[in-house]
């Protein structure tokens, strides 16, 4: 029984870290890119740090709501392309809040981007 209960809760937390890990490598270079607006010779560290801030706010958002039904949304790449995008967006303008509005939702869309063409190249 014990070694049981170990063994599948090293299953749920390396499905945690995994979600969480990867909406991280989605959400922080599409927030980089829209700070900057494009131009890569403009990162500066205080960018990485307001880009990582959005990506790890939006991974705990997800891993959260992996707990929640995970199994209906965590395995469609559309819905967690939307679901991603929105909480990048949400994080980004918690994190950041833009004189230009708009800067959030392009995050997001280019976060929910990301993650659904990730979905594409990496097959769990």
């Not at 131009?39 to 709501?65: K, Q």
């Not at 559309?78 to 995008?85: E, F, N, R």
Request: hydrophobic share 55%; glycine share 6%.
């Amino acid at each position: 029984m014990g070694l049981y209960f170990l063994v599948e809760r090293s299953v749920v937390l390396q499905e945690k870290a995994i979600i969480f890990f990867r909406r991280v490598c989605e959400a922080t270079p599409a927030c980089l890119l829209v700070m900057v607006h494009g131009d890569l010779s403009a990162i500066t560290l205080a960018h990485w740090e307001t880009a990582l801030r959005t990506g790890a706010i939006t991974g705990a958002v997800l891993v959260l709501l992996s707990f929640i039904e995970s199994k209906k949304w965590l395995h469609n790449r559309y819905v967690t392309g939307a679901l991603t995008g929105i909480a990048t967006a949400a994080s980004d303008f918690i994190v950041h809040p833009a004189a230009i509005s708009g800067e959030a939702i392009i995050t997001g869309a280019a976060a929910a981007a990301l993650c659904v063409l990730y979905s594409f190249i990496v097959k769990d």
